[in-house]
C-alpha cells in the first residue's frame, strides 16, 4: 500500500541543524511532488515547502526560507529536509505528504516526526 | 502568507448539518479553485475529504460537500454523526506557488 514514514526528529538546540528523512512505497515515488507539513503541539496546521518530482522546482513558506531546505533522492524514494538554525517556534510534529499530482493538494500523509527545539 | 480564516469552534447534534468556512484572499481563496479540507481526529493523520473546492476523494461520505463564493470556502457536512467530531482545516493554494491552512475549526457532535 502507498506509504510515507518520516523518521530523524529528536530533541535539539536552538540555533542547530536537524535532517529529516521520508521513505515512501507502494507509489512510483519519482512521478511525484513530495510536501513537508507541520504541525505545532496544539495548534494547527503550516505548510512547510514542497519538491517537485524531479527535484527542479522547490518552494517554502517565509518561516522556514533560507534556513530549510528540501531534497529528494528518487533512486532511493526518499524525501529530506534539512533544517538548520533552529528555533523554539520550529518545534512540531512534521509530516511528509504527497502531492495529488495535478491537483494542488495533499493525500496521503505520513505518520509523521516530533522535533523539539529547546535548552 | 497569512493563514485563512477559519472559526474556533462549530457544534450540532446528530443528523444536523454544520457548515465551516474558510476566508482568504483573491492572492489564494479567491484565485484559485484548489481549496481543500482536512479531518484529523486527536492523535491522527489528517484526512483529505475533498479537493479542488468540491471533489471528494474515492471512499470519502458523501455527507462531506465543498462550495466557494469568492474568496470564502465552505465545508458542510449533512447528517452529522458522532464520528465527524473532529478538527477540521481547510487549505488554498496561493498566488507565491505555495500553500497556507487555515487555524483549523473544532467540531463538537453533542
Known amino acids: 500500500q502507498v506509504q510515507l514514514v518520516e523518521s530523524g526528529g529528536g530533541v535539539v538546540q536552538p540555533g542547530r541543524s536537524l535532517r529529516l528523512s521520508c521513505a515512501a512505497s507502494g507509489f512510483t515515488f519519482s512521478s511525484y511532488g513530495i510536501h513537508w507539513v507541520r504541525q505545532a503541539p496544539g495548534k494547527g496546521l503550516e505548510w512547510v515547502a514542497v519538491i517537485s518530482y524531479d527535484g527542479s522546482n522547490k518552494d517554502y513558506a517565509d518561516s522556514v526560507k533560507g534556513r530549510f531546505t528540501i531534497s529528494r533522492d528518487n533512486s532511493k524514494n526518499r524525501l529530506y529536509l534539512e533544517m538548520n538554525s533552529l528555533r523554539a517556534e520550529d518545534t512540531a510534529m512534521y509530516y511528509c505528504?504527497?502531492?495529488?499530482?495535478?491537483?494542488?493538494?495533499?493525500?496521503?500523509w505520513g505518520q509523521g516526526t516530533m522535533v523539539t527545539v529547546s535548552s | 502568507q497569512s493563514a485563512l480564516t477559519q472559526p474556533a469552534s462549530v457544534s450540532g447534534s446528530p443528523g444536523q448539518s454544520i457548515t465551516i468556512s474558510c476566508t482568504g484572499s483573491?492572492?489564494?481563496?479567491?484565485?484559485?479553485?484548489?481549496v481543500s479540507w482536512y479531518q484529523q481526529h486527536p492523535g491522527k493523520v489528517p484526512k483529505l475529504m475533498i479537493y479542488?473546492?468540491?471533489n471528494r476523494p474515492s471512499g470519502i461520505s458523501c455527507r462531506f460537500s465543498g462550495s466557494k463564493s469568492g474568496n470564502t470556502a465552505s465545508l458542510t457536512i449533512s447528517g452529522l454523526q458522532a464520528e465527524d467530531e473532529a478538527d477540521y482545516y481547510c487549505?488554498?493554494?496561493?498566488?507565491?506557488?505555495?500553500?497556507?491552512f487555515g487555524g483549523g475549526t473544532k467540531l463538537t457532535v453533542l
Open positions: 505528504a504527497k502531492d495529488l499530482s495535478g491537483h494542488y493538494t495533499f493525500d496521503i
Open positions: 483573491s492572492s489564494d481563496v479567491g484565485g484559485y479553485n484548489y
Open positions: 479542488e473546492v468540491s
Open positions: 487549505t488554498s493554494y496561493t498566488s507565491s506557488s505555495t500553500w497556507v
